[in-house]
């Protein structure tokens, strides 16, 4: 069973059962956490997928094994019948009663857990997070191009072919407007919501964008030389910019909860050669 976990607005997987057990015991993963898994209605605490324990069964105290001395010249008592079975029965009713508690527990709808987490406002990058974005793209291209002093000329950047960004810390992406002969980017795993300086990337056959928190898909749809897109895990709203990427071979589009199937079936109608990566998880009111 695959199980997808949900953090702060962010998702991760997918896992199987053994990885969120053991993410649980090392403490990377808590009990608040919220988990999905193929099958399941809603997102829930991960602590419900851990496996409960058996409360431990006490045994009975059991009556003395000495006998007290019997009164002399007095016949034997027999015993009420059934006495010996009262601790035994005692000790079923109780195990019952556990059982069925934890059935109560474990099938009770909790109120206070959402069914879909809830997610982090997108605002715009503030001056110092555009400004280190810049120096985090300028360090790349100069690594890239064997440049390390003296200002970045056209022709120099036209030399940039491919560029890997990903995981770099990226909240703007505007000095990447003017490379005019890219045609693989990476930019996987940063906190990039505006894509816009990337419709002049109009030689563009690769792009990862996965891991970000992109909206709005306006700005690809000229760039038709697309064949490779990788848009997991955002906050996509509508697939219709992408309609007319006829090259495009293959849409990765898993972890976006806003999309419903009926977008992903139009989009696949109007591009019958592209392989669409999805999954069936229930969407955001």
């Given at each position: 069973?695959?199980?997808?976990?949900?953090?702060?607005?962010?998702?991760?997987?997918?896992?199987?059962?053994?990885?969120?057990?053991?993410?649980?015991?090392?403490?990377?993963?808590?009990?608040?956490?919220?988990?999905?898994?193929?099958?399941?209605?809603?997102?829930?605490?991960?602590?419900?997928?851990a496996?409960?324990?058996?409360?431990?069964?006490?045994?009975?105290p059991?009556?003395?094994?000495?006998?007290?001395?019997?009164?002399?010249?007095?016949?034997?008592?027999?015993?009420?019948?059934?006495?010996?079975?009262?601790?035994?029965?005692?000790?079923?009713?109780?195990?019952?009663?556990?059982?069925?508690?934890?059935?109560?527990?474990?099938?009770?709808?909790?109120?206070?857990?959402?069914?879909?987490?809830?997610?982090?406002?997108?605002?715009?990058?503030?001056?110092?997070?555009?400004e280190?974005?810049?120096?985090?793209?300028?360090?790349?291209?100069?690594?890239?191009?064997?440049?390390?002093t003296?200002?970045?000329?056209?022709?120099?950047?036209?030399?940039?072919?491919?560029?890997?960004?990903?995981?770099?810390?990226?909240?703007?992406?505007?000095?990447?407007?003017?490379?005019?002969?890219?045609?693989?980017?990476?930019?996987?795993?940063?906190?990039?919501?505006?894509?816009?300086?990337?419709?002049?990337?109009t030689?563009?056959?690769?792009?990862?964008?996965?891991?970000?928190?992109?909206?709005?898909?306006?700005?690809?749809?000229?760039?038709?030389?697309?064949?490779?897109?990788?848009?997991?895990?955002?906050?996509?709203?509508?697939?219709?910019?992408?309609?007319?990427?006829?090259q495009?071979?293959?849409?990765?589009?898993?972890?976006?909860?806003?999309?419903?199937?009926?977008?992903?079936?139009?989009?696949?109608?109007?591009?019958?050669?592209?392989?669409?990566?999805?999954?069936?998880?229930?969407?955001?009111?």
């Open positions: 069973m695959q199980i997808y976990i949900s953090r702060g607005g962010q998702q991760f997987g997918p896992f199987s059962r053994a990885q969120i057990q053991q993410g649980l015991a090392q403490g990377s993963l808590v009990h608040s956490d919220l988990a999905w898994h193929e099958g399941a209605p809603n997102w829930i605490p991960v602590g419900q997928l496996p409960k324990t058996e409360p431990a069964k006490v045994n009975p059991q009556p003395a094994t000495t006998p007290d001395p019997a009164p002399a010249m007095q016949s034997p008592q027999s015993a009420p019948k059934g006495a010996s079975k009262k601790w035994p029965l005692w000790g079923g009713i109780g195990a019952g009663v556990i059982v069925i508690a934890a059935l109560v527990w474990w099938l009770y709808p909790k109120d206070q857990t959402p069914a879909i987490p809830e997610e982090e406002p997108i605002v715009p990058p503030t001056p110092e997070q555009i280190q974005s810049a120096k985090a793209i300028e360090k790349t291209i100069r690594q890239k191009i064997n440049k390390p003296g200002s970045l000329l056209p022709a120099d950047l036209d030399k940039v072919s491919s560029l890997q960004l990903f995981d770099s810390g990226l909240h703007d992406v505007s000095p990447l407007a003017n490379l005019n002969h890219v045609t693989v980017l990476d930019l996987a795993g940063n906190r990039i919501s505006n894509i816009t300086p990337l419709a002049k990337l030689n563009l056959e690769e792009l990862a964008l996965d891991r970000n928190l992109v909206t709005d898909l306006s700005a690809l749809a000229n760039l038709t030389k697309l064949k490779n897109l990788g848009l997991e895990n955002n906050r996509i709203t509508s697939l219709a910019p992408l309609t007319q990427l006829k495009l071979k293959f849409l990765q589009l898993k972890n976006n909860r806003h999309i419903s199937a009926e977008q992903i079936q139009q989009l696949q109608s109007a591009l019958p050669n592209c392989r669409i990566d999805f999954d069936d998880r229930p969407a955001a009111n």
